[in-house]
C-alpha cells in the first residue's frame, strides 16, 4: 500500500489530557495474574464487538449501465461486511434501476443526469439515513457500475479504513485493455496534488473508493463532474486525513482513442482544472486572510 500524509496536527481547542498514573497489578514472579488475564480477555471481546458491528456500504453511480449492473451488483454483495449495495441511477435512458433492483440493490433515481459528484452526495446521504443510531455509521465503498464481475475484487480496499490504519483507501487499477489514453489527464491530477500535499499518487483519477463516513463529510461539497477524484483528495489530505492506495485486478469499460474517447478525456481534463484551480484560490484566500487579521489579544481584566 501506498500511504499519504498522516494526521499530526491536534484539533483546535483540545484541552491537554491531565496525566495520569497507572498501577500496575500484582504479579507473581513477573507473571501476570488472573486479573491481568480477564482484563486482555474484557478488552478482546470489546475490539471484536466494534468489529462486528462496523459495516459496509457499496455505492455505485450508475448511468446507461443495464448490461453490466447486475454482474456488478452481485459481485458487490460477496465482499465482507457489505450489507447495502445502493445504485444511484443519475437519469439513465435505459432500465439500469430495473435491472440493479432484480440484482439485489437498493436504488434511488436521479430524473435527471447530475454528475458523478451529485450522485455519490446522493448515495452517501440515503446511506446515511439507514444507518442505525445505535452502531457505528458504515463505511462507504464507491464503485463504478461497470466492474462487472470483478467488483468483488475492490474488497481489498476495506480493511485499511475497516482496521483504522487509513481513512480513504484508493484502488490501484492494472493497465486496462484499449485504454486510448496517453496519461495527459493522469500527469495533471498526480502534479496538482504532489503540489498542493506532499503526496503523489499513482493514479488520482481512480474512482474505486472506500473512506470513513467523516471522511467523507470533510470532503463535502465534493468538486464538479469529473473532478471529484483529485478533489477529494487535496482536501483530505489537506485537512490531515490519511490516505492509501491498494492493488486492486479490477476491470471496466476503458475509454478509447476515438472521438468519444477524446471528448470524454477533454471533460475530465476540464474538470481536474476547475477543481485544482478552486483549490488553490481558496488556499491563498486563506492565506491573505490570515496576514490581514490582527492576532486576537487576551482579554484584559481590570481590578
Known sequence: ??????AVDEPAGTATPTETRDVAEPTVDGIPTAVDARKAAVDERKAAAHKARQRVA?????????????????????????????????????????VAREAGAVVVR????????AAMETGAAVVAMRDA????????????????ET????????????EGHADLAIALIPPQPGAGGRGIVVGAARRAIASMTGWTPTQPLSGMRCLTRAAFEAATPLAHGWGVETGMTI?????????VEVPCDLRHRPSGSDLKGQIHRAAQYRDVQLAVNARRVRRA???VKRTVTPAQKPPQTHR
Open 1 to 6: 500500500m501506498r500511504k499519504g500524509r498522516q
Open 58 to 98: 457499496v455505492i455505485i453511480p450508475a448511468k446507461d449501465e443495464s448490461r453490466r449492473i447486475a454482474a456488478t451488483v452481485r459481485s458487490a454483495r460477496a465482499i465482507p461486511h457489505v450489507d447495502l449495495v445502493l445504485v444511484v441511477d443519475d437519469g439513465s435512458e435505459d432500465n439500469t434501476q430495473h
Open 110 to 117: 436521479h430524473s435527471h443526469n447530475r454528475g458523478k459528484a
Open 133 to 148: 443510531p445505535d452502531r457505528q455509521p458504515r463505511i462507504l465503498l464507491f464503485i463504478d457500475g461497470d466492474l462487472g
Open 151 to 162: 467488483a468483488v475484487n475492490t474488497a481489498p480496499l476495506v480493511p485499511p479504513v475497516f
Open 235 to 243: 482536501d483530505l489530505l489537506r485537512r490531515g486525513f490519511r490516505v
Open 285 to 287: 484566500a486563506g492565506a
